[in-house]
């Protein structure tokens, strides 16, 4: 997994029936289960180096300290007008793992209904039944101890989880000391800890899991979990630093319809061309899987054509139906007593000490990687006239039934399916969680300098089913004196849209009375009692005659959660009208190209995003490799 040319050269000799673009989350899993079947040879790209060895990925304590680093792309949203003209910093994983390598390690399902959502569109096997055993498949838990589960406030409910999958998830060695409080106070406000988190509803106050291996206290990742263990297959070849530039396309005598028949590459600056005989599959991620289509003249002619790329299938869907988790993040200062991860990062002997204990007992703040959160409907801290407010707004237009425009894309017809999934997560009497909140002890603002000395923690709010929708594009062709096609070094144009028309002027005002149910935890004992007071958004003055507005604050410095999905979505019963991939991920008028990563999602779910994309990956595997038994038969 060098970088040298001869890592190229030998990576080429191999005759692959697949490709994986991608060696990330999904792509990991793919290349391990497909490398099963002896008949299979895949090839595996990866842009990224390998970073077996790094502590900022491995040690859990550390979390965070990748982002802006050289495993990194360093991607950047449009000015947004949402949010005031500000882009935003969309951190991805540049690594073998993807960013599941960088990611926060937070362990979580969606709801049921998010899954049943997706077939009810029409793709088939893809709701709650048909994916808990993909879930169940790629996870090992470990079940705490007694001891264990006296001293935190953990519920589970084991019928739910895996037993001998590859990725590990365990309850957090240790919890930052806002966990410890975290069921008590949220149980003070009314709402009810939830005892089976991973069953299907995620409503209510639970602890999470992490995906960290219990015997070394490491973080748990495609790398080790999924490649590792089986690397020494001849079958199965990584090649790491290799960017994808585009897939070859030849036209197909039979059908008319263009074949995938291989990658061009760039490796150590050099131009290279592999060869597949079976099938290529695209596992970029929601950013990537889009570029890399229209790159190889898959998406909306005339993003295509203003780019220099000539168009082999047109489908204006490619890079469309961007769905992404916004955040906010009030800080507060806390006791002084109190050992936070950024403590740790500046002041060396306190690092020192945990770096020890880390080392000799696997203790200690370096394993502090738990969190518990609270998933709640709008009805916890909406008030039913601002409820049915926000509704009528939404759907006060009534365009033709016939309309294919929907809530999603600006309009507010509810005369597709989508439409009305998404009308019941508002309305439904039934709670779902549309809004996750979470303290943790540390300051996570970019917007927010802590002084130094001083302890803080985040309360964080994260709206789960936004409305906002937005799009992922490649640039038209740079305008210089010799022009050039546009390819894949140049970054992709990152539009969400946040906060834009009517649609996300409901995300908006939903996000703003969100921080007041926020506020209000953070001023709930027994939490409350760790607080010193809110430093940002400041407090307002104590004679203060209104109540606190959070508009502008809301506007000023909502950012990214980190889990764009939805670019090469399934399409279901709409087909290529709908979608980029049918419910076999196979990408529409095109044979031999799939693709498998968060990017297929068709409407976003209520959970972090690892476990549901590992469960693709697993899904994609069973489905590739049951259409490869019946192409050899």
Known sequence: MSSTTSEAEAFLSHDFTHIV?????AGLVLASRLSEDPTITIGVLEAGPAALDEPRINVPGRLGETLFTEYDWHFETTPQPGLGGRSLPWNRGKVLGGSSAMNFMMWCRGNKGDYDAWEKLGNKGWGWDGMLQYFKKSETFQVPTQHYQKKHPVHYDQDYHGTSGPLHTIYSAEYGVSSKVWHETLNNLGVESNRSHMSGSSVGAWTALTAVDPSTQKRCYSVPAYYLPVSHRENLVVLTNATARDIILEKSNASGEPIAKG?????????????????IVLSA????????LELSG???PEILS????????????????LQEHMS????????PSIITPEALRSDALLAAAADEQYATLKTGPRTAAGYSAAYLPFSYYTAPEEMSRLASQLFSKSPSSGSRQGILNGSTSTSRTRDQILFSRFSSPSPSGQIEFLFDVSNYSPFFKSEPGKRYGTMMQMLQYPFSVGSIHIPASPSSQEPRRTDSGDKPVINPRYYEGPAGEVDFLTMAAAQKFGHKICDTSPLKDIIVKRVFPPLPPDN??????WAEWVRDTTITDWHPVGTCAMGGDEGIEGGVVDDRLRVYGVKGLRVCDASVFPLHIAAHLQATVYAIGEKGADLIK????????
């Open 285 to 292: 991620g929601a950013v990537q899987s889009p570029q890399l």
């Open 298 to 300: 898959i998406g909306d």
């Open 328 to 335: 906010t993040m009030m800080i507060y200062e806390l006791n």
């Open 306 to 321: 203003a780019a220099g790329i000539e168009t082999a299938v047109a489908n204006p869907n490619v890079g469309e139906n």
């Open 21 to 25: 673009i991608g060696g990330g989350t």
């Open 544 to 549: 203060a005659d209104e109540e606190e507005s």
């Open 626 to 633: 049951e259409d490869w038994a019946q192409r050899r038969d």
């Open 263 to 279: 990658v061009r590459f760039i490796h150590d600056s050099q131009l290279h061309t592999v060869n597949v005989r079976g099938e």
